[in-house]
C-alpha cells in the first residue's frame, strides 16, 4: 500500500508541489493542519524524514463545514483511528507527532517564527480559513512557506488572496495548491 490508495483529494500534482516545499529544508518543524485519513502525510512526511526535520500532523478530526464530505465522514467514523491505522502501515506512525485540537489553539503550541514549512487542509469555510493564514504566518520563520490545498475553492482562494494583498505578498499556486513565502529579510515575530 502506498499514500495513494489512503483515501483522500490529495493528488500527484498536489504532492509534487507540497514535496517542493519540504526537500528545501532541513532540520526544520514541518506542520500539517488538517490530515483527514492521512493521504497527504503519507505523501509528505517520508520525504521530511529523510531530511531530518519533525514534521506534525494537526487536525480536529470532527471537521468544520456539516455540507464538505469529508465533515461528513468524519463524524460517521473514528477518522482519528483511521489515521493512525493509516500511518502504521506506512511505517510512519512512530515519526508524525499528532495533535488532535483546532488549527488555531494548535498555532500557539509553536513559537513566532518556528516553523519552516506549514500546509493548511483544515476547513473550506472563509472565516476559518483566514482566521488558520492570520493564526500561522507569525508562526513562519524567514524564508519559510506557508500553504495550502483546495486552492480551487473560492472560500479558500479568496482567503489567500486577501491575506497576500493586505501584506504585500505574491502567492504562487498551481493546480489545487498555493503558497506564500515570507522574505528572507523579514522579522521572525509578525
Known amino acids: 500500500m502506498g499514500w495513494g490508495d489512503i483515501e483522500g483529494w490529495f493528488s500527484a500534482q498536489d504532492a509534487q508541489f507540497v514535496i517542493g516545499m519540504v526537500q528545501g529544508v532541513s532540520d526544520a518543524i514541518v ?8 493521504r497527504s502525510t503519507a505523501a ?11 514534521y506534525y500532523a494537526i487536525d480536529n478530526c470532527a471537521g468544520s463545514d456539516p455540507r464538505d464530505p ?6 460517521k467514523r473514528n477518522m482519528q483511528q483511521v489515521f493512525e491505522d ?19 489553539q494548535a498555532a500557539s503550541l509553536f513559537e513566532d517564527g518556528s516553523v519552516a514549512v506549514c ?17 500561522w504566518w507569525p508562526k513562519i520563520r524567514a524564508g519559510g ?15 489567500v488572496r486577501a491575506f497576500a494583498s493586505a501584506n504585500g505578498l505574491s502567492i504562487v499556486a498551481e493546480g489545487n495548491c498555493w503558497k506564500l513565502s515570507k522574505p528572507k529579510g523579514t522579522a521572525n515575530v509578525d
Open 44 to 54: 509528505i512526511a517520508p520525504v521530511s524524514r529523510a531530511r531530518n526535520n519533525t
Open 119 to 135: 500546509f493548511l487542509d483544515a476547513s473550506h469555510v472563509a472565516e476559518d480559513v483566514a482566521r488558520d493564514i492570520e493564526a
Open 145 to 159: 512557506v506557508l500553504g495550502g490545498h483546495d486552492w480551487t475553492w473560492g472560500s479558500v482562494s479568496g482567503a
Open 70 to 75: 469529508a465533515t461528513q465522514n468524519q463524524q
Open 86 to 104: 493509516n500511518m502504521k502501515r506506512e511505517g510512519l506512525d512512530e515519526y508524525v507527532r499528532v495533535r488532535i485540537m483546532d488549527s488555531s
Open 31 to 38: 506542520v500539517e493542519v488538517g490530515f483527514y485519513a492521512g
